[in-house]
């Protein structure tokens, strides 16, 4: 810890936004950049990077979810690539997206708002559609409708 607060002493006076931050919180923010290997100018460089026009309130949050959203996007595109280097190795995953293709244009926010308010009567076929296809039952009806309808739909436990 005590190097990770070395290294934020360092930083800190390179990036003008991050100099009210505490060093510790600083220090834990920068742990991702400092456990790779980067030295204190280098993780500037990436720091004034992450916020180009902005000067966050909070840098310590900002940078650990910045951070955050940086791996998790990097995964997704590693996780696309593996899919593509072997797309038969991801059956669920195909199937999926076979389930998701739609034979018209997109449903629109009229199309949701239209099924919400006129469906409470054919709570029958909400039930069904929501057996059949439980994610694009919850993304035309919602979720309150499709809970009633559901209970409605159930066997009766008396």
Same mark, same amino acid.
Do not use: K, N
């Given at each position: 810890?005590?190097?990770?607060?070395?290294?934020?002493?360092?930083?800190?006076?390179?990036?003008?936004?991050?100099?009210?931050?505490?060093?510790?919180?600083?220090?834990?923010?920068?742990?991702?950049?400092?456990?790779?290997?980067?030295?204190?100018?280098?993780?500037?460089?990436?720091?004034?990077?992450?916020?180009?026009?902005?000067?966050?309130?909070?840098?310590?949050?900002?940078?650990?979810?910045?951070?955050?959203? =940086? &791996?998790?996007? +990097?995964? /997704?595109?590693?996780? !696309? #690539? @593996?899919?593509?280097?072997?797309?038969?190795? %991801?059956?669920? *995953?195909?199937?999926?997206?076979?389930?998701?293709?739609?034979?018209?244009?997109?449903?629109?926010?009229?199309?949701?708002?239209?099924?919400?308010?006129?469906?409470? =009567? &054919?709570?029958? +076929?909400? /039930?069904?559609?929501? !057996? #059949? @296809?439980?994610?694009?039952?919850?993304?035309? %009806?919602?979720? *309150?409708?499709?809970?009633?309808?559901?209970?409605?739909?159930?066997?009766?436990?008396?």
């Amino acid at each position: 810890m005590a190097h990770d607060i070395e290294v934020a002493r360092q930083v800190r006076p390179l990036v003008g936004w991050t100099r009210r931050e505490g060093l510790r919180r600083l220090a834990f923010a920068l742990r991702l950049l400092i456990d790779r290997g980067l030295g204190p100018h280098d993780i500037a460089a990436e720091l004034v990077g992450l916020a180009v026009g902005r000067r966050p309130a909070r840098p310590a949050a900002y940078i650990t979810a910045a951070l955050t959203r =940086d &791996r998790r996007a +990097e995964a /997704a595109r590693r996780a !696309d #690539e @593996d899919l593509a280097a072997d797309p038969a190795a %991801h059956q669920e *995953r195909q199937q999926w997206l076979r389930s998701r293709q739609v034979d018209g244009p997109p449903r629109t926010d009229d199309d949701r708002r239209h099924a919400r308010l006129h469906s409470w =009567d &054919r709570w029958r +076929e909400v /039930a069904v559609h929501y !057996d #059949e @296809d439980p994610d694009d039952a919850l993304d035309l %009806h919602g979720t *309150r409708l499709c809970a009633y309808a559901v209970e409605r739909a159930a066997p009766s436990a008396w």
